[in-house]
Every structure is written in structure tokens, then in C-alpha cells.
């Protein structure tokens, strides 16, 4: 898919909710205070039509962080792989390009989210952690004139700067950028996952943040995939720490 048309495609799912599957999914809007501020954080509830929730364990274990994760896909293909029957593999909150916040199931709940060979343990650092993934393709190989995708399809051209970053990292010398409105919903998001579970609003070193760290398990506070496992690549260096680190510590 091409940049320029996620916003249609997102438009889409919010106006049908029907994911790349064709499975229907009802959505409702749903507010919640942000513990400490003194406003709200709005989210859409996105529930499969049919009622299933395979996809996640009805268990309450103790969170003492969180893990961002991008998607390396697309909206509705991101909420069909988070809502695969009996598949276990999701988290609570998708951020869409447009800033959406859709919420697949209760956060205090779990489902793994790290993957085989995660430090710490799949299982365990999945169940306490709050999973948050960002609808993003990922890494980018240029081909000519084009950003192409880790499926071979095209995603920019090259003069089309808004959409990608160069930014040497894990094999890839390309990575899509985040939008303004993807910042703005993962700050108030970290905020309230935060306030809501007591977890601290520390970060790790910048000399730490896009590796693996052996000893993460140990490490209360905001990470990102990459530092539970070696061969992953998100959340990414076109990622803004600091934009995000000053949102969510202010």
C-alpha cells in the first residue's frame, strides 16, 4: 500500500469495521480518566462482532511495564493478526496513523506479545507488561526512485521524505516515520498505562534503548521490543524517544 492511502484505509475500518479477514468488529467510543491529569484518554473499543476473545487470557497479573511494539503492517491487517482465534498473540491498544486509539480488550488482562526466546521469558514478561502497538510498515529498501516494503511492495517514492527516515539500523538503512498524531495518542496512552498500574515513567538509557539488554527483566518502566529480542526491529530508530520521554515525564 502506498503512504498516501493509509488515511483512506484507516477512514475505512473506521467507518465499516471490517478488518483485512472481513471479520467485523463493533466499535464504540470510550473515555477514561488519565490518573494525575486532569483530563481523559478517549480510545475506540474494537470488539470482535461475533464475541469471540480467544485471543487473549481473562487474567489479571501484576504490570510493571510497558513494551511499544510497531506493527509492520497496515491497520485492518494489524487488528486481524491482534484478533486471530484461539492464537494468543495481541495486545490492548493499536495506534493508528491518524492517531485512533483502538482498544481490542481489557488491559489489565494479557496475551503474549514478545515471542520465543524473549529475555525474561515469553510468558511471564508478556504477562506483566502492557503491549501497545503502532500501526507502521517497518523497514524500507530503496529500489530507483522507491521505498519498498519488507513484502516488496512499494511504499514512497524517494522525494516523499515526510513518509520515511535513513537511519542505519539491525540490516535496514530505511524506516517509516510515525505521524504527528500517532505521538500525541502514544503520550497520553503511556500516561494512563502508567497511572493506571503504577508503573514508573523511567526510560532506559539512550545507549541501551535499541538493544537487546540481558538484564531487562529486572527493568521497571517503558521499553520497546528490540530489548527483549535481537532479532526484532521495533520499535525502531525512527522513532522520537525524546519527543515521547518529554511528553510522558512532564
Not at 487488528?79 to 494468543?88: E, G, R, S, V
Not at 530507483?144 to 537511519?167: M, P, R
Request: hydrophobic share 35%; with cysteine.
Amino acid at each position: 500500500m502506498l503512504a498516501k492511502d493509509i488515511a483512506a484505509h484507516e477512514q475505512d475500518f473506521r467507518n465499516h469495521g471490517v478488518d483485512s479477514n472481513g471479520v467485523k468488529h463493533n466499535l464504540s467510543q470510550l473515555s477514561a480518566p488519565i490518573k494525575g491529569d486532569n483530563r481523559n484518554l478517549t480510545v475506540t473499543r474494537c470488539v470482535v462482532a461475533s464475541g469471540d476473545s480467544s485471543f487473549y487470557y481473562n487474567e489479571s497479573p501484576l504490570k510493571d511495564r510497558v513494551v511499544l511494539h510497531f506493527t509492520a503492517g497496515y491497520l485492518k491487517g494489524d487488528i486481524a493478526n491482534l484478533t486471530k482465534k484461539d492464537y494468543h498473540v495481541s495486545v490492548p491498544f493499536v495506534v493508528a496513523r491518524d492517531g485512533a486509539i483502538y482498544n481490542l480488550w481489557g488491559s489489565g488482562y494479557w496475551s503474549y506479545h514478545l515471542g520465543p526466546g524473549a529475555i525474561g521469558g515469553n510468558t511471564e514478561m508478556s504477562k506483566r507488561s502492557v503491549g501497545i502497538e503502532i500501526s507502521n510498515i517497518g523497514p524500507l529498501t530503496r529500489k530507483g526512485n522507491h521505498l519498498v516494503t519488507i513484502y516488496d511492495s512499494i511504499y514512497c517514492d524517494a522525494n516523499e521524505t515526510q513518509y520515511y527516515q535513513k537511519s542505519n539500523y539491525r540490516g535496514y538503512e530505511y524506516y517509516a516515520t510515525f505521524t504527528e498524531a500517532q505521538y500525541k495518542s502514544v503520550i497520553d496512552l503511556l500516561r494512563y498505562a502508567t497511572g493506571k498500574f503504577n508503573i514508573p515513567r523511567q526510560f532506559l538509557p539512550k545507549d541501551k534503548r535499541f538493544e537487546l539488554q540481558q538484564d531487562i527483566a529486572k527493568f521497571h518502566g517503558i521499553t520497546s521490543h528490540v530489548n527483549f529480542r535481537k532479532d526484532k526491529y521495533d520499535i525502531g530508530p525512527a522513532f522520537d524517544w525524546d519527543r515521547v520521554i518529554a511528553g510522558a515525564t512532564k
